[in-house]
């Protein structure tokens, strides 16, 4: 059973940094990439990174490039997401999700790209 488990979520103030992880079971990092997208109250699922199976290659929305990083422990099975410079507008739900080929199919920021979705983390930033 495939199963991915994001954690992490919280409060911060605006300007500070957090970081998220989301652990994979059931399949393997090695054979997946992993996205990170947020889903803000009344909006649409947005795409806000992405790290490739093969060769770590990632993926940035313009939204927080610069201010977030993904990052992988294969050995863990674990993708991290750390945010820097945080903002209100990035208060969200967190998911993580596996797919096969971020730059197959519509991409790494079409949700219908991605085969297995974990249930989400809430993260508010607000002072």
């Known amino acids: 059973q495939v199963q991915l488990v994001e954690s992490g979520g919280g409060w911060v103030q605006p300007g500070g940094s957090w970081r998220l992880s989301c652990v994979v079971s059931g399949i393997s990092l090695d054979d997946y990439g992993i996205g990170w997208f947020r889903r803000a109250p009344g909006q649409e699922r947005e795409g806000v990174s992405c790290?490739?199976?093969?060769?770590?290659?990632?993926y940035y929305a313009d939204s927080v490039k610069g201010r977030f990083t993904i990052s992988r422990d294969n050995a863990k099975n674990t993708v991290y997401l750390q945010m820097h410079s945080l903002k209100p507008e990035d208060t969200a739900i967190y998911y993580c999700a596996a797919i096969l080929d971020p730059e197959g199919r519509g991409g790494w920021a079409l949700p219908l790209s991605y085969d297995y979705w974990g249930q989400g983390t809430q993260v508010t930033v607000s002072s």
């Open positions: 790290i490739s199976r093969t060769d770590g290659r990632t």
